[in-house]
């Protein structure tokens, strides 16, 4: 059964903090995707992935293989880091399998 | 601006109403796709077409209809809906299935009354 689980469910940091947020999936896929969706529903993605190591300004996202696990890391968090981050793993060709998503809230 | 625009961003339908929802991407993707995001629960995939043509339909009721006139745009045409279809609607587009970031739309609340 494909699948893709995320941790924490809910997560709150002051300002600064560094965050992780882990997602596990099971064999056969393609490539991982993390994604953002803001309150209202828009979602961005943020990075894709199927090895190693992929960094946007304060953003990370790692994939380890043999584990079968991806994390996202955001530095230096910020409130606007606020967000639903959602984790998805392309299996076979097409089809994408969503985590549930990790609510993230920074606080001043 | 992803590009990937949807209407309407709101959606108010009886259970004997029709309404059709739009999605119009301006990327030169060849693959547009049809998510719905329930309360709580995971995003789920609904229909995947490629160069115009459906290539997965994730078991979704008959109720639902996709249509894709062309690789610019998708509908999905809503006729008897329940409350439970309550919910957003999210567009995506890639270059093709299973190439490349997936580009998405900013959703069209559905409430199904």
């Known amino acids: 059964k494909n699948e893709v689980e995320q941790s924490p469910q809910n997560l709150t940091a002051q300002e600064g903090e560094f965050i992780t947020i882990n997602c596990s999936y099971s064999?056969?896929?393609?490539?991982l995707h993390w994604l953002q969706q803001h309150p209202g529903g828009g979602i961005v993605s943020l990075f894709m992935l199927s090895s190693g190591k992929k960094k946007h300004g304060r953003l990370i996202a790692t994939i380890n293989i043999q584990e079968k696990h991806s994390s996202l890391h955001i530095t230096a968090s910020h409130p606007r880091d606020s967000a639903v981050y959602i984790c998805?793993?392309?299996?076979?060709?097409?089809?994408?399998?969503f985590g549930t998503g990790t609510r993230l809230q920074v606080f001043p | 601006e992803t590009g990937v625009t949807q209407t309407p961003r709101h959606l108010v339908m009886g259970m004997t109403n029709k309404k059709s929802l739009k999605c119009e991407q301006h990327l030169g993707h060849n693959a547009m796709y049809w998510y719905k995001q329930s309360a709580k629960k995971p995003l789920e995939l609904m229909f995947v077409y490629s160069l115009e043509e459906r290539v997965e339909n994730n078991s979704v009721p008959s109720r639902f209809s996709p249509e894709c006139p062309n690789s610019s745009h998708l509908f999905l045409h809503l006729h008897t809906l329940q409350p439970e279809d309550s919910a957003l609607y999210l567009c995506?587009?890639?270059?093709?299935?299973?190439?490349?970031?997936?580009?998405f739309g900013p959703g069209t609340r559905l409430t199904v009354t």
């Open positions: 064999v056969g896929i393609s490539a």
């Open positions: 998805a793993a392309l299996y076979n060709t097409d089809k994408l399998i």
């Open positions: 995506a587009s890639s270059l093709r299935t299973g190439v490349g970031e997936q580009y």
